[in-house]
């Protein structure tokens, strides 16, 4: 064959074919010039070469690489795997949507351009390197749609040969866990991938798409989301019911009798007047009935006694350990599941490294493992006796719309870790959830409670009317899973248990004469629904099938941050600027903030994460009609931008009106009369806390070089300030100012006395 020397410019004869190729079968031959003496290269095939391939390159791999998310998991799982395993942490996702563009060509079939961010490079660069000598990877990231996706762009942007990567999947960090996914891994699942890509670029085009007209006609830095906007809707919703709401006046009577021969008395409520429940709507109502009864004669006229059970709650899902959390600590959702990351991933408990302390806490199943019941039992018998262990061990149904994952309840890894145990090795925060989620699943396996019951109607008779009035009382009969926990009562609603429980003296019987010793009327006014709170507004979106686990804490987080909401008094309250947002998304993209459109997608995603649908052809289905209405939107929807919010102060520098605006880094303040006058001022943000020096409000400052402190709003005429933060509760010991002076204490800055942070006010840990 034909080889060309470079130095003599010179084609040479090759006899050897076989010599055109050296080790790594590139184009330089081992032949030598004749002339020169230097390498030969080939410059094409001749007959002698046809066929003829070069030899492939020998890699020698060694030891198995262990792909995680986070430095603790890996910590935690490299513990457990130990020699011949080498384990490393992604630090989440590796590849994303560009930000600066749209990135999804939706002309070819809504291909993502997914890039590596630069602040990954180096991680990507290692990971990739760290692959390409071993002899398998593991992916052993998180056991959802996330994490599936998270696992295929790792074999993408490291370049992981499908033969040499293996998925593994495990829903507790403990070792019989870890130990049985890697004797069992599997391929990706791309149907998962495909489910985790569809919302990725579903959102992406939903948010791309509108928050630029919501720049362009009312001001910058604003958003639109597929779930935040619905989540808002329903928050500004709840308000306008508030504004509306006219409240109607109602009263109701109740009675104290004593019973003949009894000394102790009892309350019991009017619930007929001559067999018909009585209308009472105003005091002209009320006072001839009063009159009327006080001549009554009232006997009991029927005890009625009885048993209820009350059975125990289900292990936590995502949306009820948000609920509870909030309900009972006074967490957020956000709060709540960066301390159940760190729970899950592991936690050093003295047992000789980290160590996983929950399940996976993004799950809307309420299963539980016939292995963990069985520990669960035994706990259950060995400290409280076979009297608390039901014959059978309890099962759940999810009551989630469209529950997906195949997850098991939120619980403890281990039933036999009491919260005790681990008690002296976490923060209290972290401790009161991890002891909030190991007595919610121990409850779960116990017996039901049991209350004897009894319900007393006494009967009052005048010439002109007869009453019937009822008190009913309960008392714990066998306290069954009520040693353990207690579900927290859901603020906003109303049960049969929130009814007076009324103590009824021994004794009793029918027949027996009671006297009358006083009518109590009462006035009443209905009450305008309560505000969302995060742990009610939780509930109303998986109730209406919106949003999914994983989805709930960043949706709310989202809506606070863009200024939407206020969280006042643990009360969602939308802003004006969310208001008006709303109103226009209501009128221009009524379908992308319609609760049963919004629940149809989520169902969709489901369909395509069990193969049942083709992600292209959903989006296809979606984006045709969308692109006509944001079409639409762009020209019709008018400019609403309005005017700047004075403050109530005058300039310093030109005396015209100081006005709030909105810039890139969100509020400040600025001159009327801007840009002729370019006064400007950092936005105080108030912290709900009055100074102890003048009674104006504190609020959060910072120096030159960006630290933050906390001061006056009058100054320069008040002088207070404090580099640590101050808390509205009073000192209880003085009444003086508490600031939080370390994360687990509070200290009063008039008597110095310090108290545990989270027993004066539970939220400051946030």
């Known amino acids: 064959m034909d080889a060309y020397c470079m130095k003599c410019k010179t084609k040479r004869e090759i006899k050897d074919p076989a010599a055109a190729f050296n080790s790594r079968g590139s184009a330089v031959t081992t032949g030598i010039c004749p002339v020169c003496g230097t390498k030969l290269f080939r410059t094409g095939k001749t007959p002698a070469h046809e066929g003829l391939t070069p030899p492939e390159k020998t890699v020698t791999r060694s030891g198995k690489l262990v792909i995680v998310e986070s430095p603790a998991k890996a910590k935690t799982v490299g513990r457990f795997l130990g020699k011949g395993y080498t384990v490393k942490a992604s630090v989440g996702h590796i590849r994303d949507l560009l930000r600066s563009q749209l990135s999804v060509d939706v002309d070819r079939d809504f291909e993502p351009k997914y890039r590596v961010p630069n602040e990954k490079k180096a991680v990507v660069k290692e990971l990739k390197q760290l692959a390409g000598q071993a002899e398998e990877v593991f992916l052993a990231t998180d056991p959802d749609r996330e994490g599936e996706a998270i696992s295929w762009h790792l074999m993408e942007a490291a370049q992981i040969e499908k033969q040499r990567a293996h998925r593994v999947v495990f829903h507790e960090i403990t070792e019989p866990a ?117 001549s009554a004669a009232y006997s009991i006229t029927r005890i009625k006694r009885g048993e209820r059970k009350r059975r125990p709650p289900a292990p936590y899902t995502t949306s009820t350990l948000q609920q509870e959390a909030s309900r009972k600590l006074g967490y957020t959702t956000k709060r709540t599941m960066a301390l159940a990351q760190g729970l899950y991933e592991g936690q050093d408990i003295g047992e000789g490294g980290t160590t996983g302390l ?43 719309a469209g529950a997906q994952e195949a997850h098991e309840a939120v619980r403890p890894t281990s039933a036999m870790r009491d919260p005790e ?76 248990e929130d009814e007076e429980n009324v103590r009824i ?48 804490a960043p949706t709310i987080s989202t809506i606070q941050q863009r200024g939407y909401v206020e969280r006042i008094d643990r009360r969602l309250i939308p802003t004006e600027t969310g208001i008006q947002v709303n109103d226009l998304m209501l009128q221009y993209f009524p379908e992308i903030v319609d609760y049963q459109f919004t629940a ?22 979606f984006y045709g009609p969308f692109a006509l209405t944001v079409q639409k939107a762009q020209a019709e929807m008018p400019v609403t931008k309005s005017a700047p919010e004075p403050i109530g102060r005058l300039c310093p520098e030109c005396g015209r009106d100081l006005v709030i605006r909105y810039g890139r880094y969100g509020k400040f303040i600025s001159c009327s009369g801007f840009p002729e006058c370019r006064h400007t001022e950092a936005w105080l943000q108030k912290i709900g806390v009055i100074c102890p020096k003048d009674g104006g409000d504190i609020v959060e400052r910072k120096t030159r ?29 003085c009444g003086g100012l508490l600031v939080i002076a370390n994360k687990r204490e509070a200290q009063c800055t008039n008597c110095q006395e310090s108290f545990i942070l989270e027993e004066v006010v539970p939220e400051t840990a946030e």
């Open 600 to 621: 149809r997608m989520e169902a969709d995603l489901d369909n395509i994460a069990t193969g049942g649908a083709d992600w292209v052809k959903v989006m296809h289905r």
């Open 505 to 552: 003296p021994a004794g009793i019987e029918e027949g027996q004469t009671q006297e009358l010793v006083r009518l109590i009327p009462e006035q009443h006014f209905t009450q305008p629904p309560p505000r969302y709170s995060e742990a009610s507004l939780v509930q109303t979106l998986e109730e209406y099938g919106i949003g999914r686990p994983s989805t709930y």
């Open 705 to 733: 070089k960006g630290r933050i402190f906390y001061g006056c709003f009058n100054y320069p005429g008040c002088d207070f300030t404090s580099w640590k933060k101050p808390i509205p509760t009073p000192c209880p010991k």
């Open 178 to 294: 870890v130990n049985e996914a890697f004797a069992h891994p599997r391929g990706i699942n791309m149907d998962l991938v495909n489910a985790q890509q569809a919302r990725r670029v579903l959102d992406r085009l939903v948010g791309y798409s509108i928050s630029p007209i919501l720049w362009e006609k009312v001001r910058s830095r604003l958003s639109a989301g597929r779930v935040q906007s619905v989540a808002l809707r329903l928050i500004v919703e709840r308000e306008r019911e508030i504004d509306a709401f006219v409240p109607v006046e109602y009263w109701s009577i109740a009675a104290e009798f004593k019973p003949d021969g009894i000394r102790s008395s009892f309350i019991a409520k009017l619930a007929k007047v001559d067999e018909e429940e009585p209308k009472l709507g105003a005091e002209d109502v009320v006072k001839p009935i009063l009159i009327d009864m006080e």
């Open 358 to 400: 929950i399940t996976y806490m993004r799950t809307d199943s309420t299963n539980v493992s016939a292995l963990a019941q069985a520990e669960a039992r035994q706990y259950v018998s060995g400290k409280y006796g076979n009297d608390f262990l039901p014959s059978q061990a309890p099962t759940y149904k999810t009551k989630s």
């Open 421 to 496: 145990k681990v008690k002296p090795f976490l923060e209290p925060p972290m401790f009161k959830l991890y002891q909030l989620i190991w007595q919610r699943f121990i409850a779960s396996q116990m017996e039901s409670a049991v209350f004897d019951t009894l319900q007393v109607e006494v009967t009052g008779k005048t010439p002109a009317h007869s009453y019937l009035l009822r008190a009913s009382g309960s008392a714990v009969k066998f306290p069954g899973f009520l040693v353990v926990y207690e579900e927290a009562k859901n603020e906003d609603a109303k049960s049969e």
